[in-house]
């Protein structure tokens, strides 16, 4: 693999909107990096989802005082909230670096056990090298350099592929705790438990009626104080993560079976196909018709719902 070390490496960021739709609050665009990493002094932190793709040489990344070496070929994702740092790097180490905002990353129709466990601090690595290339890569920066929005558009939906793909493979999942210091955030480790009390019980009802006050309850806690810790954790709110879980029920439906739309919107959670429709056209950009018909021209339908 030739791997020239002369790169100018620089910063691109696009508007990932095709992706995400009001619904969801926060940022909604991808960055990318290919570089050679370096040394961290001290931990630190961020909302995104953060993807490591080392290209060559090794890196050994520390979460909350425990070490993750990744050697090259190999690819890491976690959701950064998760207090980390680089402890070692090789010489030679070249690594690609993609941030997808958590907004833009619930709304991709990804493994839901997968999901689950990167939600929940989970450290995925993969077992297969190669999936994705140096040179696709580097060809991503290019594509975003020129700022050509049809190109674009199309390399969001190749990240998005690369992790269907990676969710496909085998791969390992190292669970660290993502409870930072007191000092980083006014949360403590009661309220992150109460946050994944919180996902799990939306991951397995989502597709039933349920509401804020069902969760809240779940966990033992008053809905205002429940939605704010949630929010202030997860950048989302409950309603609006929620509302995506369903979403994403409803593609893969979509996507794997011919039942009538409005029994998927009902199985899916939604009590009123009006309201399914409306949610899918905010946050997809297009109805559910032309989503089904844009999956098998795609060749979508192998999501699993795990």
């Known amino acids: 693999m030739d791997i020239s070390l002369n790169l100018e490496y620089e910063n691109f960021s696009v508007d990932s909107e095709n992706y995400i739709g009001p619904l969801l609050d926060g940022e909604t665009e991808l960055s990318f990096e290919l570089r050679q990493p370096f040394y961290m002094d001290d931990y630190h932190w961020h909302q995104q989802i953060e993807v490591n793709i080392l290209f060559r040489g090794y890196i050994e990344y520390v979460f ?116 930072r210091d007191v000092t980083l955030r006014n949360a403590n480790q009661t309220g992150y438990k109460n946050v994944q009390l919180m996902l799990d019980y939306i991951a397995n009802n989502h597709n039933k009626d349920i509401k804020v006050e069902d969760i809240a309850y779940h966990v033992k806690l008053h809905p205002k104080y429940a939605m704010g810790l949630f929010k202030n954790m997860l950048s989302v709110s409950i309603k609006q993560y929620l509302i995506i879980m369903r979403i994403n029920h409803a593609k893969v439906l979509l996507s794997n079976t011919r039942n009538p739309i409005k029994n998927i919107a009902t199985n899916s959670g939604f009590k009123h196909p009006s309201s399914f429709f409306a949610a899918f056209k905010t946050h997809t950009g297009i109805t559910p018709q032309e989503f089904r018909e844009n999956s098998l021209k795609l060749g979508l339908s192998d999501i699993g719902m795990h």
Request: proline content about 2%.
């Open 64 to 179: 909350n005082n425990s070490s993750l070496r990744i050697e090259a070929g190999e690819m890491a994702l976690f959701w950064a909230v998760t207090p980390h740092k680089l402890n070692q790097v090789s010489d030679d180490a070249v690594m690609g670096l993609i941030n997808i905002p958590l907004n833009v990353f619930l709304s991709w129709a990804l493994s839901k056990d997968f999901v689950q466990k990167v939600m929940h601090g989970g450290i995925v690595t993969s077992l297969n090298k190669g999936i994705v290339s140096f040179s696709e890569s580097n060809r991503w920066l290019n594509c975003y350099h020129e700022n050509d929005e049809a190109r674009n558009n199309i390399v969001q939906e190749e990240v998005f592929l690369m992790l269907r793909r990676l969710c496909t493979y085998d791969y390992k999942v190292e669970m660290f705790s993502f409870l």
